[in-house]
């Protein structure tokens, strides 16, 4: 019985006499939430952050630093002469189409070399990225390259204003059917201090188009800077190389005498000095000069440089002598008829001025006739490399570096000072 009444008196007195409820903690489900969602999602945290800088603070947006100016739409201007069309891209302001059409004095089509009558095709003298290398590993006809990182980059990736198309936005067509035209690409950063403009002028009558580069940094000029030339310019139609269709390859004028550059020495990791010279380091009687792998940098004052194939070529021709020139190769594979075979993109870096200096760039046929020409060196290419000694080269380019007057025939053309 005083059990029973123990218990009843304790029962009356919470029901009389609750006791006080805790009270609750206003942020105890917030911040297990937050934890939940934390553990769970680690990029929650992050969208905070993210949310909030969308509407900064007046003070914060006072602080920050210069902004970079609005980026200009992405761009193709495709340039149409009698002679050629070429296509640009003006996010890096590059060539990504370079098409060799007429024959500038019988005004004949040119074809590629795959060409049919029942399927006759242009020549396209610009290589696309070949299986396993993307656009991003290569370099781009017309890039320009000034060892800086964070220069090249803005300078590669930034889409460029332009002046002289009719129209600032959509791609355009601009034909010049006689007479020159003349197309400016510029880009300016605030947060570098980078301005840089790429004056390009193509004529209808020629091969020979003119190339000007300013580029500074805080008004003070940048003092090195070079020109993409490739990578392997040359009939892009070409499936296989023979001894008589040569692969792309590098070809300068260096201290007065022409050189060839071959992809396969650019891609070694030592320097190529001649049979008796390799003999030697071979058995061991002279150690090899290495260098880079897929690098070689040419020593001495470039006149000219540029990459041909059998028929076609791109040259800058500088408006004097300048050091710096400088080959890169890309090394992939290539099948023919299911058989896979070692290949190279061959770029030339070829070191030209960045005060606006002109710098003339011929692209078009390489078989040439030069004249007035001494009689031992007026040659005609053939286009078979066992007749191109130096003779015929420094007769191509050399005698032919004006460029002022050219007239084609066939595959051929034939050079007046």
């Keep these: 019985m005083a059990l029973v009444a123990s218990a009843a008196v304790l029962i009356l007195w919470n029901v009389f006499f609750p006791p006080p409820k805790p009270q609750p903690q206003p942020n105890a489900n917030v911040n297990a939430n937050a934890n939940v969602a934390q553990t769970a999602t680690p990029s929650a945290s992050a969208t905070a952050p993210a949310q909030s800088s969308v509407t900064p603070k007046p003070a914060q947006a006072t602080a920050s630093p210069a902004a970079t100016p609005e980026a200009m739409p992405q761009r193709k201007l495709h340039i149409v002469t009698p002679l050629y069309e070429v296509t640009f891209d003006t996010q890096g302001a590059v060539a990504t189409s370079w098409i060799i059409k007429k024959n500038k004095t019988t005004g004949r089509d040119i074809p590629a070399t795959n060409s049919t009558k029942a399927n006759p095709k242009p020549v396209e003298l610009i290589a696309t990225a070949p299986p396993g290398v993307t656009p991003e590993q290569m370099f781009h006809p017309l890039q320009i390259v000034t060892g800086d990182a964070t220069v090249d980059n803005l300078l590669t990736t930034r889409n460029y204003r332009t002046f002289g198309p009719n129209a600032e936005t959509g791609d355009e067509t601009i034909n010049v059917p006689a007479g020159s035209k003349q197309i400016d690409f510029v880009i300016h950063d605030d947060a570098t201090g980078l301005d840089a403009t790429k004056r390009l002028t193509f004529y209808a009558d020629r091969y020979v188009a003119e190339v000007e580069l300013k580029i500074t940094r805080n008004n003070q000029p940048v003092p090195e800077a070079k ?29 007065g005498a022409v050189r060839r550059i ?108 030069c004249s007035p020409a001494p009689a031992k060196t007026s040659n005609r290419w053939a286009g078979r490399r066992s007749i191109l000694g130096t003779s015929s080269i420094m007769d191509f380019w050399a005698a032919c570096g004006a460029f002022s007057q050219c007239r084609s025939s066939g595959r051929s053309t034939n050079c007046k000072r």
């Design 262 to 369: 071959n992809s396969l020495e650019v891609h070694a990791d030592k320097r190529s000095n001649g049979m008796f010279s390799s003999l030697f380091e071979w058995i061991g009687l002279k150690t090899p000069i290495t260098k880079p792998a897929d690098r070689d940098p040419i020593d001495g004052q470039i006149q000219w440089a540029g990459v041909d194939d059998t028929y076609f070529g791109m040259v800058a021709v500088l408006a004097k002598p300048i050091a710096g020139l400088e080959y890169r190769t890309i090394p992939y594979e290539h099948k023919t008829n299911g058989k896979p075979e070692p290949r190279f993109l061959t770029t030339g870096l070829v070191p030209v001025p960045t005060d606006g200096t002109k710098t003339r760039l011929y692209v078009g046929p390489r078989t040439i006739v």
């Design 227 to 255: 020109l993409a030339i490739g990578p392997n310019i040359g009939d892009q139609s070409i499936d296989h190389y023979s001894f008589y269709l040569f692969a792309p390859e590098g070809l300068a004028m260096v201290d």
